[in-house]
């Protein structure tokens, strides 16, 4: 059974910047892609970046140029790196694991961003 743990969210400035881990406990974490999803609420949970066993990422359109993710295999932790960040994303930021048809998400970790 695989589990997902966030950790770094907070509150922020905006402009400021912040970087979200997921520690991954279980196996085979190399083979799973994984990604970081957010909502507010009232609307749907939505992308924000995903990275591929291989490494290829592929970025929701609104943080494309200012969010970063990564993954480091030896750590079995995916991190966020949010730069230049708006009000607009204030959220509960969501960590996911996926192999085939095996999907598993964290509980969350509240980013605001408010002066």
């Known amino acids: 059974q695989v589990q997902l743990v966030e950790s770094g969210g907070g509150l922020v400035q905006p402009g400021g910047s912040l970087r979200l881990s997921c520690a991954f406990s279980?196996?085979?974490?190399?083979?799973?892609?994984m990604g970081w999803y957010r909502q507010v609420p009232g609307k749907e949970r939505e992308l924000v970046a995903v990275?591929?066993?291989?490494?290829?990422?592929n970025y929701g359109d609104s943080v494309k140029g200012r969010f970063t993710i990564s993954r480091d295999n030896a750590k079995k932790t995916v991190y966020l790196q949010m730069n230049s960040l708006s009000p607009e994303d204030t959220a509960v930021y969501y960590c996911?694991?996926?192999?085939?048809?095996?999907?598993?998400w964290g509980q969350g970790t509240q980013v605001t961003v408010s002066s």
């Open positions: 996911n694991s996926r192999l085939v048809t095996n999907t598993f």
């Open positions: 279980g196996s085979f974490f190399t083979i799973y892609a």
């Open positions: 990275i591929s066993s291989d490494g290829s990422t």
